[in-house]
């Protein structure tokens, strides 16, 4: 309605902000405390330490150096947008859906961490703005309001009606689009093509509120892909075939249920549309139960042949047999054991033998004893002595290295005893 107005407050990298500490108390509680006909099968504690090792204390590789971070969920994991949705959740639920306001919106919808809203009055913008940020330092919130009657929203446009209460809204072009698909000469299967102009005539559908916005937005998709030399018969046929499947739906006729099989081949052109015909044909014929396809790959590239990158440095490997000595004590005072995930967590991570919040290890009784003015265990000082593929191999390789090393201050708990490798060797 017009004397509403749009803003869309967004938070500021809310995946990587998100504080860790909260968020892995919040996730836990929701399943095992909302809907009590809905009990998850693992302990609430359980799932909030399986939690914390995904994501907390995670390592990164910059500039060919090897990173912890600290706080806020890594970028490009999988669970950022996941915990992310569920911490925000609880905000709404605290602090400002159970308490109404004077300026609390009168319409709100989130998606992540885009929000739609709607003010009874312009004034209460930035009343429920401040409101929001004083909740949590970490998740904080920019204002983007409305402009010239509309609002941009994910992917759409919200515009006012001149002639409805309801909004148009279209697709959203954003000023960085270059309109760039796949070119039609590009060696690909037909089907890549064809599927692409079908894809995008789906959501520009499906965004539409009205035909007149539809058609307008069909021809500025259509647009593109003219200029990507796709013919404007495929494109038309293509959304013939997109509204025939949408206003005259197919009659599901129940049959012998068949068997689907796929086969995955290297795209060769125009031989692979006839080797394709040629096996329907063939499978059709003796295995009429068996609903066959072909996906074709686009095979090996030039850009495959290269490698991009930065280089994984050694510490963060795992699946290793690794030494440590003090920097003043010499090469008695050192250690040797094996990591089967990263080499830098066995030591430095949490419970590593030299994080502070071990209870007892070799190495920081060491340091706390004060042989030297001088010991310390640098993680530069890390040595790789061997590598294998399994936890068992690990221990047969580290009681080795230990007899050999002559080390002091390793136990052997984790490595397996000389006597008992040369028993496996000789059984070999």
Partial sequence: PSPS???????????????????????????????????????????????????????????????????????????????????????????????????????????????????????????????????????????????????????????????????DVSTRVKPTDKGLFYNSQSFIPESYKSNLIYILVYRVFHIASSYTIFHHDLQVLKSKFLKNGFSSVLFDLTVRKFLDKQYTPEEQVTTVRRMKVTMLLPYLGPLSVFIERRLAELIAGFCPLVDFGIICGRGRTIGGLFSFGDGFPLKCGGGVVCGIGCGSCGSGAACVGGAINAMHEGFCGTGGRLHPSTESTALLEHLAEGMGPD??????????????????????????????????????????????????????
């Avoid at 902000?17 to 809905?38: S, V």
């Avoid at 005893?417 to 060797?425: A, S």
Wanted: aromatic share 10%.
């Fill in 375 to 428: 010991c310390e265990f640098g993680t530069d000082g890390i040595g790789i002595l061997d590598s294998c593929a399994g936890d068992l191999g690990l221990r047969y390789a580290g009681g080795m290295h230990l007899e050999r090393s002559g080390q002091t201050l390793d136990t052997r708990e984790g490595s397996m005893p000389l006597e008992m490798v040369w028993l496996v060797v000789l059984c070999l």
């Fill in 5 to 167: 107005h749009m803003v869309s407050p967004d938070a500021r990298s809310l995946p990587t902000n998100a504080p860790l500490t909260k968020t892995t108390d919040t996730c836990p509680k929701r399943p095992h405390h909302g809907d009590p006909d809905i009990k998850p099968s693992i302990p609430e504690s359980t799932l909030k330490k399986l939690l914390q090792l995904c994501v907390c204390e995670n390592t990164f590789v910059f500039n060919g150096k090897a990173y912890q971070q600290v706080d806020g969920v890594a970028m490009g994991s999988s669970l950022g947008p996941l915990l992310a949705n569920i911490y925000m959740a609880h905000l709404e639920e605290e602090f400002f859906l159970k308490n109404e306001h004077s300026f609390s919106p009168s319409f709100y919808r989130r998606y992540v961490d885009d929000t739609f809203c709607l003010f009874s009055s312009e004034d209460h913008v930035d009343l429920f703005l401040n409101f929001i940020n004083s909740i949590d330092s970490a998740i904080q919130f920019d204002k983007e309001p409305e402009d010239n009657d509309q609002l941009p929203f994910l992917d759409t446009i919200i515009k006012r009606s001149l002639n409805s209460v309801y909004p």
